[in-house]
Protein backbone atom coordinates (compact mmCIF):
# COMPACT_ATOMS: atom_id res chain seq x y z
CA UNK A 1 0.00 0.00 0.00
CA UNK A 2 2.79 2.25 0.73
CA UNK A 3 3.89 2.26 -2.72
CA UNK A 4 0.70 4.06 -3.97
CA UNK A 5 1.14 7.03 -2.05
CA UNK A 6 3.66 9.31 -3.01
CA UNK A 7 6.01 11.12 -0.48
CA UNK A 8 5.71 8.51 2.06
CA UNK A 9 7.71 5.57 3.21
CA UNK A 10 6.53 2.99 5.13
CA UNK A 11 6.62 2.77 8.71
CA UNK A 12 10.03 0.75 10.52
CA UNK A 13 9.64 -2.13 12.60
CA UNK A 14 11.84 -1.77 15.71
CA UNK A 15 12.34 -5.49 16.23
CA UNK A 16 13.33 -6.18 12.40
CA UNK A 17 17.59 -6.61 12.68
CA UNK A 18 17.46 -6.92 16.27
CA UNK A 19 19.18 -10.53 17.53
CA UNK A 20 17.15 -12.72 19.52
CA UNK A 21 18.91 -12.16 22.44
CA UNK A 22 18.27 -8.01 21.87
CA UNK A 23 14.64 -9.13 20.96
CA UNK A 24 14.32 -10.67 24.54
CA UNK A 25 15.90 -7.37 25.72
CA UNK A 26 13.07 -5.54 24.42
CA UNK A 27 10.46 -7.91 25.72
CA UNK A 28 12.02 -8.37 28.97
CA UNK A 29 11.75 -4.22 29.40
CA UNK A 30 8.06 -4.39 27.95
CA UNK A 31 7.05 -6.37 30.38
CA UNK A 32 8.38 -4.76 33.57
CA UNK A 33 7.14 -1.22 32.07
CA UNK A 34 3.07 -2.54 31.48
CA UNK A 35 0.85 -2.17 33.83
CA UNK A 36 0.46 -3.87 36.78
CA UNK A 37 -2.51 -6.84 37.24
CA UNK A 38 -4.72 -6.27 40.11
CA UNK A 39 -7.84 -7.92 41.25
CA UNK A 40 -11.14 -6.71 40.21
CA UNK A 41 -13.77 -6.65 42.70
CA UNK A 42 -16.33 -7.48 39.76
CA UNK A 43 -15.06 -10.85 39.62
CA UNK A 44 -16.32 -11.85 43.38
CA UNK A 45 -19.77 -10.11 42.73
CA UNK A 46 -21.07 -13.29 41.11
CA UNK A 47 -18.73 -15.90 42.63
CA UNK A 48 -18.98 -15.68 46.46
CA UNK A 49 -16.43 -18.21 47.09
CA UNK A 50 -13.51 -15.59 45.47
CA UNK A 51 -11.70 -13.52 48.34
CA UNK A 52 -9.30 -11.73 47.88
CA UNK A 53 -6.66 -11.11 50.38
CA UNK A 54 -4.96 -7.23 50.39
CA UNK A 55 -2.68 -8.15 53.14
CA UNK A 56 -1.11 -11.03 51.11
CA UNK A 57 -2.14 -9.30 47.66
CA UNK A 58 -3.59 -12.89 46.53
CA UNK A 59 -6.97 -14.38 45.98
CA UNK A 60 -8.50 -17.29 47.16
CA UNK A 61 -11.45 -20.25 46.85
CA UNK A 62 -12.69 -20.52 50.06
CA UNK A 63 -14.90 -23.51 48.75
CA UNK A 64 -11.47 -25.05 47.40
CA UNK A 65 -9.30 -24.33 50.33
CA UNK A 66 -12.01 -25.83 53.04
CA UNK A 67 -13.13 -28.85 51.01
CA UNK A 68 -10.46 -29.91 48.59
CA UNK A 69 -8.40 -33.22 49.76
CA UNK A 70 -6.04 -32.63 46.66
CA UNK A 71 -4.97 -29.35 45.27
CA UNK A 72 -7.23 -27.33 43.05
CA UNK A 73 -4.62 -25.16 41.42
CA UNK A 74 -3.47 -22.09 42.88
CA UNK A 75 -6.47 -20.33 44.16
CA UNK A 76 -6.38 -23.28 46.88
CA UNK A 77 -3.50 -21.61 48.46
CA UNK A 78 -3.88 -18.36 46.81
CA UNK A 79 -3.23 -16.98 43.54
CA UNK A 80 -1.48 -13.79 42.25
CA UNK A 81 -2.16 -13.81 38.56
CA UNK A 82 -5.02 -11.50 38.55
CA UNK A 83 -6.47 -13.05 35.16
CA UNK A 84 -10.04 -12.91 34.74
CA UNK A 85 -9.38 -15.96 32.68
CA UNK A 86 -7.22 -17.86 35.55
CA UNK A 87 -10.32 -17.53 37.52
CA UNK A 88 -13.07 -18.91 35.00
CA UNK A 89 -10.45 -21.59 34.53
CA UNK A 90 -10.61 -22.63 38.30
CA UNK A 91 -14.06 -21.95 38.23
CA UNK A 92 -15.18 -24.78 35.30
CA UNK A 93 -12.25 -27.35 36.61
CA UNK A 94 -13.91 -30.42 38.20
CA UNK A 95 -12.55 -30.42 41.46
CA UNK A 96 -13.96 -26.90 42.57
CA UNK A 97 -17.33 -28.21 40.85
CA UNK A 98 -17.01 -31.27 43.67
CA UNK A 99 -16.77 -28.61 46.44
CA UNK A 100 -19.58 -26.55 44.98
CA UNK A 101 -21.71 -29.91 44.98
CA UNK A 102 -20.58 -30.52 48.82
CA UNK A 103 -21.49 -27.34 49.93
CA UNK A 104 -24.85 -27.43 48.37
CA UNK A 105 -25.61 -30.51 49.78
CA UNK A 106 -24.50 -29.31 53.26
CA UNK A 107 -26.36 -26.38 53.54
CA UNK A 108 -29.55 -28.14 52.36
CA UNK A 109 -29.48 -30.83 55.12
Sequence with gaps: MWRFIEGVSPPTNPKVGLTT???LAKNREYDREKRARTF???WAQDR??????????HMTCTFCSKY????????????KNFRLSSVIKH????????????IRTTTLC
Excluded: M, R, V
Design 48 to 57: PWLIYNSHAD
Design 91 to 102: EQSEIHKTCEDH
Design 68 to 79: SQESAGSLTEGC
Design 40 to 42: QQT
Design 21 to 23: EQK
